[in-house]
């Protein structure tokens, strides 16, 4: 998709929510998974200057942002670091601002976001410096060990409840990338060569046993967070979960009509819906995405390719 001419650019879904959380959390979001380096893992978030967020690759590392505090020294070490990338980043923006009059319109556009680079970097380095002495919530479990993304992945749901209900973040992603390790329950084939199946049916077989595993987990999350108290409802009334996958068909690399799953968030649930893939009735995705930026209180009227909300959630 074309980014010219969209006012949102191509920037994900968690991302344009999480510009407007600011500093009210000590991570406006997280991106969590395993960086797949065999199929370039999923590349799912996107900041609004072209820039993707790596995912945090595994429950100990999720475990040690969200938990363990940074030593004495660690810290004095920290603050050092800020000062000397923000001397950095104020030559570099001024070098770059006495280019400015002597670029062409199109290399004009192109340090255009270079500075928009810039200014994530500036916020994330204020947003760090905000919270730097900040005690973290203090750990209800031992340090987890990381083994591969089958045995982590309930883990890695658990840490993200964990997150959202210590407001940590009100923002988290989790990426299943196409390495997910087949070879886990006895499948000689990786995962990625299984969604090209080819419709054969051993393939088949074995693709419906990695993503009923993948399905269980999702509602072993969905019950986790209907578990936790939270205000007058539970953690699950206050938390929007959208599950999914970016194809259709991965057999034939289609992205029509995508199989997605709401809950939570105090929509109307209890529904399947198949909704028309062609004529007036066709409504893009970026619909519910609307939906749910503004149920999140992102006060836009437009999102991607959207054509307006989704009706009948609320």
């Known amino acids: 998709m074309d980014a010219k001419g969209m006012p949102e650019g191509n920037i994900s879904l968690d991302q344009r929510a999480a510009e407007t959380v600011g500093g009210a959390t000590r991570f406006p979001s997280l991106t969590v998974g395993s960086e797949d380096g065999i199929h370039g893992g999923c590349q799912m978030c996107w900041?609004?200057?072209?820039?993707?967020?790596?995912?945090?690759?595994?429950?100990?590392?999720?475990?040690?942002?969200?938990?363990?505090?940074?030593?004495?020294?660690?810290?004095?070490?920290?603050?050092?670091?800020?000062?000397?990338?923000?001397?950095?980043?104020?030559?570099?923006?001024?070098?770059?601002?006495?280019?400015?009059?002597?670029?062409?319109?199109?290399?004009r556009e192109k340090l255009d976001e270079?500075?928009?680079?810039?200014?994530?970097?500036?916020?994330?380095?204020?947003?760090?410096?905000?919270?730097?002495?900040?005690?973290?919530?203090?750990?209800?479990?031992?340090e987890p060990i990381n083994k591969n993304m089958v045995d982590d992945l309930p883990l890695l749901y658990d840490l993200i409840a964990l997150a959202i209900q210590t407001d940590s973040t009100r923002i988290a992603t989790l990426e299943i990338g196409g390495g997910f390790e087949s070879r886990y329950f006895g499948i000689s084939k990786d995962y990625h060569a299984l969604s090209h199946h080819g419709q054969l049916p051993e393939n088949i077989a074995s693709l419906l046993k990695l993503e009923e595993y993948q399905t269980q987990q999702f509602a072993r999350f969905i019950s986790k967070l209907k578990s936790i108290p939270d205000g007058d409802g539970t953690l699950l009334d206050h938390t929007m979960v959208l599950f999914g996958s970016g194809m259709a068909n991965a057999n034939a690399h289609t992205n029509l009509n995508l199989p997605v799953i709401?809950?939570?968030?105090?929509?109307?649930?209890?529904?399947?819906?198949?909704?028309?893939?062609?004529?007036?009735?066709?409504?893009?995705?970026?619909?519910?995405?609307?939906?749910?930026?503004?149920?999140?209180?992102v006060e836009t009227d437009k999102f991607g390719i959207s054509t307006g909300t989704l009706s009948g959630l609320a």
């Not at 680079?117 to 031992?142: H, I, N, Y």
């Open 114 to 142: 270079y500075f928009t680079s810039v200014r994530d970097v500036e916020r994330q380095l204020a947003l760090r410096k905000q919270w730097s002495e900040v005690p973290k919530p203090k750990p209800p479990l031992q």
């Open 262 to 297: 709401l809950a939570g968030g105090g929509f109307k649930h209890g529904e399947y819906r198949a909704m028309p893939t062609t004529g007036l009735g066709r409504r893009p995705l970026c619909n519910l995405y609307l939906s749910i930026l503004q149920r999140f209180g």
């Open 47 to 107: 900041t609004r200057s072209g820039t993707r967020v790596p995912p945090i690759p595994g429950p100990r590392e999720l475990f040690r942002r969200l938990f363990v505090n940074e030593s004495s020294g660690d810290l004095a070490r920290v603050k050092d670091g800020f000062k000397l990338t923000g001397s950095i980043l104020d030559a570099v923006q001024g070098d770059a601002q006495s280019l400015q009059s002597r670029l062409n319109p199109s290399d």
